[in-house]
């Protein structure tokens, strides 16, 4: 652990066994000292979930040479809290969590595991940004997008980010593998169709299966989807200030001072 | 169910069984007819987390009389995808997510299972509101409260919401336990600062729980900690769309076109 170097944090939420976190920390490696802090087993979709019912296991694993690496039972923002307190000796210049295996883009922001440990991490004043493939599959050729991973990360460190920012980039995989470059977007307004698929059990109760059909309903050029669908690397400035801003005014003129 | 009186969806994170959501039911019976899709246990923290590697189960209950009522075994976001595709007979007029037990204000909306029913709820198009007392008791005085709970539900009735907002209410319990008035809030900038207890279980091992002090960086009186800890009811206008527009012409001067 240098001094001069930078100290990355990585995590994510596919685990610290996926392929997509192996990806990410071989391109850290070159830029700094990295120290992993990831999920035990997969947890997609946890959204910004954490873990206060149960204690946590944390546990230092050895599968990712040259770097600190530990494996935790709770979620991806479980993972960047207990960084946080017991293992990291100093603020990190960089966290990046990822790569996730599929898109986090639009309003599956919401739902990710992967954005929420990078958001965890740019509440607590780091420097932070989510990389996702859109690819699904474990065998996802991660290898091909180093050089964005790598470029983004770079300047990243270089630039810096105000606090109440991070970033959300997404990576395509065009049908003729050609990257064309990297677009800055807003998140695209989108929603799922839920479909859940009933079946019975052997004791003839119902079960559910969440499956659901992504539902684009924005047509402009200047989102996320558009870009990812163009061939680009989407970047969306991510932002965990929640308030409507515009709607303070109006909501100031209803009749809610009587009761 | 009627087709002149409003329709309206409850859930909430604390569980069907919790006193705030009964609470919450009987404010809403005076204002239409209501379904309630609820979890089957403490939910809490849970974030904006869906439950995609195993199934649910949905099972109606006779516990809030006159109304239909289900719990789910998912998270509170399970249960609003739920209620849409398997239960509501149209679209909703109100959703309303509740009455938690204890602040969801500030940055706690991230967190917030309570916030991210209504949340899911806003993201299908759904009018909703998150409604969240300041006491974590399961004891809580919930009836000193409901005027306040009655008159936001009407307005917000009345008045609707455009697509992309829903409000995030606060409840305050002054020392004095008199509430000044209700006020129209951004969300303070806040975060905890990670606290966990280590012990070690009966072999030796570590665990972790998690534990934090709230630390409040913003000193505006125009946010919901300070309309709080005035005495006063805060409503934060929420938006799902977390893109920091203001941000998309500085990254498009970084040098990421070169990889």
Redesign the interface.
Known sequence: MSDSKPLILISNDDGITAPGITALIAVMKELGDVIVVAPDK?Q??????????H????TQVDMHPGVIAYQCSG?P??CV??A???ILPRRPDLMVSGINHGANSS?N???SGTM?AA?EAA???MTAIGFSLCDYAWEADFESIK??I???AK?TLK?GL?Y??LL?VNIPVPEDKKIK??K????A?A??K???E??QDPFK??????T?QFINMDQGQDTDIWALENGYVS???????????Q??AQ??Q??????
């Open positions: 997969p997609s979709a946890m959204g910004h979930a954490i873990t206060i019912n204690p946590l296991r944390l979620t923002v479980d809290k207990l946080i307190d017991k309003i922001v919401i739902y929420s958001m509440i607590d004043g050089p964005y790598r470029q983004i300047e630039r105000p109440g920012t959300n470059g990297i800055i977007c807003r998140q307004q929603k799922y839920e479909a859940f009933e079946r109760r119902s079960y559910y299966w969440m659901g970047i969306v400035p991510t932002q965990f200030d929640l308030t409507d801003h709607r303070i909501l100031n209803w009749n809610l001072h009587e009761s």
